[in-house]
């Protein structure tokens, strides 16, 4: 199950998140972070709710051959998933919630979460400000198709698996708990 505690965020975004809820507050909006760290395994089932098999198969492919099998062996393993509304274009490793950059966060309105941007949108605009305030990068804002209101990263890009080697992001990974050292 993902964490929800900021701590178990890198130290620059976890001050950053405590900023982006002071200043929502201080806008009368209160947020929820929802989830912080999310496990490799969780990704992976959100991965495949959100895509066809085909897509999936050509992920797991790429990932291979990149020498990412151990992310790959994930999506494998969580079996099929029943195919849902996409939630997530980010396979195994390829959300910066694994390295600890990343939190989801949901503005709450008496009390009670307001998923959709019409249903509350001072309090999901205040939100994005809060954002924009930090200098995190808006979920919001990516690209038309797919919008991730809830989402807040510390760095430009889509995709960890871009910045380093495998061996690299496999040491990452393991240090946060994510992974056995024997993966």
């Not at 997530?88 to 490793?93: F, I, M």
């Not at 390295?99 to 249903?119: I, Q, T």
């Not at 061996?167 to 240090?175: D, G, H, N, Q, W």
């Amino acid at each position: 199950m993902a964490s929800r505690s900021i701590t178990s965020l890198v130290p620059e975004m976890e001050e950053k998140a405590k900023r982006v809820k002071e200043y929502c507050k201080d806008k009368g909006v209160v947020i929820l972070i929802y989830c912080t760290m999310r496990p490799l395994e969780e990704q992976a089932v959100l991965f495949r709710k959100s895509h066809d098999w085909k897509f999936i198969e050509n992920k797991i492919i790429k990932l291979e051959s990149r020498g990412f099998k151990f992310l790959a062996d994930i999506i494998k393993n969580v079996g099929p998933q029943k195919q849902i509304k996409p939630v997530t274009n980010a396979a195994p490793g390829e959300s910066f919630h694994a390295y600890g950059e990343a939190f989801d966060a949901v503005p709450l309105l008496s009390g009670k979460p307001m998923w959709k941007y019409n249903d509350y949108k001072i309090g999901w605009d205040t939100y994005a400000e809060a954002l924009k305030e930090n200098d995190l990068i808006w979920g919001g804002n990516f690209q038309k198709k797919f919008k991730d209101l809830p989402h807040a990263q510390l760095r430009v890009g889509s995709n960890p698996l871009k910045l380093y080697p495998s061996e690299v992001i496999k040491a990452i990974l393991t240090e946060n708990g994510l992974l056995n050292g024997d993966d």
